[in-house]
């Protein structure tokens, strides 16, 4: 059984700033990629951000690209998304993915292997 499980999530002011955590167990712990995407009301889930295994490889979405990092840490089979400067645009559901190097060239929801059950992110004005 896979399952991630993300937390973190929570309601703040624009400009602030949140970290989510998500704790891989079962098939999805040692991903080759694990990565954030987002949902918003009546929108397609978005790309943010992937990390590879060792976290040597990085990738984001313009859209977060400078607010928003990636990170890993492997032994603990956690992932984690700080995200600084939030706006009211970043309010959505967030949910960590994982997969194999496909997704992590790829970046797309198709190829996510495990997807967790999201954390709702609101940002006010």
């Known amino acids: 059984q896979a399952q991630l499980l993300e937390s973190g999530g929570g309601l703040v002011q624009a400009g602030a700033s949140l970290k989510l955590s998500c704790v891989a167990s079962?098939?999805?712990?040692?991903?080759?990629?694990m990565g954030w995407f987002r949902q918003a009301p009546g929108k397609d889930r978005e790309f943010l951000a992937v990390i590879d295994l060792d976290g040597a490889n990085t990738f984001y979405s313009d859209t977060v690209k400078g607010r928003f990092t990636i990170s890993r840490d492997r032994a603990k089979d956690l992932l984690y998304l700080q995200m600084n400067s939030l706006e009211p645009e970043d309010t959505a559901d967030y949910y960590c993915?994982?997969?194999?190097?496909?997704?992590?060239?790829?970046?797309?929801?198709?190829?996510?292997?495990?997807w967790g059950q999201g954390t709702q992110v609101t940002v006010s004005s």
């Open positions: 079962g098939r999805a712990s040692n991903s080759h990629t």
């Open positions: 993915a994982a997969g194999s190097a496909v997704l992590l060239v790829s970046r797309l929801s198709q190829f996510v292997d495990f």
